[in-house]
């Protein structure tokens, strides 16, 4: 079975400075899809990007980025130029591409990201 | 607008109670996602659904049922089988199969607080 791991439960960065969420996954599968998604304090699930596993270029969406290794099986997300609207818990999931279930995603722990002004 | 909603935000229960969350979504999607959310435990799936009148067990079904009779809605009943109701529950959709990412898109969520 997959599992997704978020190894720093809280971090902290200063507004306009860069931070980066560790994401590591456990797959024996080749092909699938993986996602950050933001948790703000009303709790509304937003997703923030998404990276397919057969695409060797790292997804990007204006200030937030990802570095996919998928050798390594990590999938860290990096925000710049980080803002007071940032401040939310940061989910990792992934996604089966084949399988009766492959539609279903499977959750990190999440990682609680505060932004200092 | 398209969306999910999910109602109601706040739900008081008393031990021993069953009760029914509900998700509606407008959005034409074929499959439909119950979660659960605790404190450090991230969100843990409880049913889904892949098309009307089908749906299956996810890794925390005990004590949870639901039901697929309309595309557009997947209610939730928390039994009183449930020993630990309170949490946190999210309802979410996703287009079919075919799509190329199949995001999955939340609901706001329910509040379920057992007294």
């Known amino acids: 079975a997959q599992t997704v791991t978020q190894s720093q439960p809280e971090m902290s960065v200063q507004e306009a400075e860069t931070v980066t969420l560790s994401c590591t996954y456990d797959?024996?599968?080749?092909?699938?899809?993986l996602f950050w998604y933001k948790q703000p304090p009303s709790r509304q699930m937003i997703l923030v990007i998404r990276?397919?596993?057969?695409?060797?270029q790292n997804a990007t969406e204006n200030r937030f980025s990802v570095n996919f290794q998928k050798a390594a099986k990590s999938f860290s997300l990096k925000i710049s130029d980080s803002q007071l609207g940032d401040a939310a818990m940061y989910f990792c999931?992934?996604?089966?591409?084949?399988?009766?279930?492959?539609?279903?995603?499977?959750f990190g722990k999440g990682t609680k990201l505060s932004v200092k002004p | 607008d398209g969306g999910i909603t999910q109602s109601p935000k706040y739900l008081f229960r008393k031990e021993g109670q069953n009760v029914t969350l509900s998700c509606e979504q407008n959005l034409n999607h074929d499959a439909m996602y119950w979660y659960r959310q605790d404190p450090g435990q991230g969100l843990r799936l409880i049913y889904y659904?892949?098309?009307?009148?089908?749906?299956q067990k996810g890794d925390i079904a005990e004590g949870y049922s639901v039901s697929r009779e309309k595309k557009e809605s997947f209610p939730l009943t928390v039994t009183s089988a449930q020993k630990n109701p309170t949490a946190f529950y999210l309802c979410?959709?996703?287009?079919?199969?075919?799509?190329?990412?199949?995001?999955?898109?939340f609901g706001p969520g329910t509040r379920l607080t057992v007294l």
């Open positions: 979410a959709s996703s287009p079919a199969r075919a799509s190329s990412y199949n995001e999955q898109f």
């Open positions: 999931a992934y996604r089966r591409l084949r399988g009766g279930s492959q539609g279903n995603l499977i």
């Open positions: 659904s892949q098309i009307v009148n089908d749906f």
């Open positions: 990276q397919e596993a057969y695409k060797q």
């Open positions: 797959t024996s599968e080749s092909d699938y899809y």
